[in-house]
């Protein structure tokens, strides 16, 4: 069992910035790789971006490259998500998430376990 509690949402100004965290537990950890979904009303969810449990592979979607930052603190078990530049168009709740399996191409793939979401509100 994996357990992914996330925090960090609020409301920013477009152009401002947030940081999501998501603190994991669980005692098969190092066998996941964890990332960052979201869904805005009426939206398919996507993944956002993922990193492997070591930390050497990461993946953004393309609409966030440049601007969001995914790293994560092994000693900590937390996952952090920072958001720079934000848009409108990236209100949405926001899931972390942890998947055996990651790609290059599409990120987490399936994930097994799901925290229960933070919300990020972006104004114009």
């Known amino acids: 069992q994996v357990q992914l509690v996330e925090s960090g949402g609020g409301l920013a100004q477009a152009g401002g910035s947030l940081r999501l965290s998501c603190a994991a537990s669980?005692?098969?950890?190092?066998?996941?790789?964890l990332g960052w979904f979201r869904q805005a009303p009426g939206k398919a969810r996507e993944c956002v971006a993922t990193v492997s449990w070591t930390g050497a592979i990461k993946y953004y979607v393309d609409n966030v490259k440049g601007r969001f930052t995914i790293s994560k603190d092994n000693a900590k078990n937390v996952v952090y998500l920072q958001m720079d530049s934000l848009k409108p168009e990236d209100t949405a709740v926001y899931y972390c998430a942890a998947a055996r399996s990651l790609s290059t191409t599409v990120g987490l793939i399936s994930p097994s376990y799901w925290g229960q979401g933070t919300q990020v509100t972006v104004s114009a």
């Open positions: 669980g005692r098969t950890l190092s066998s996941y790789a």
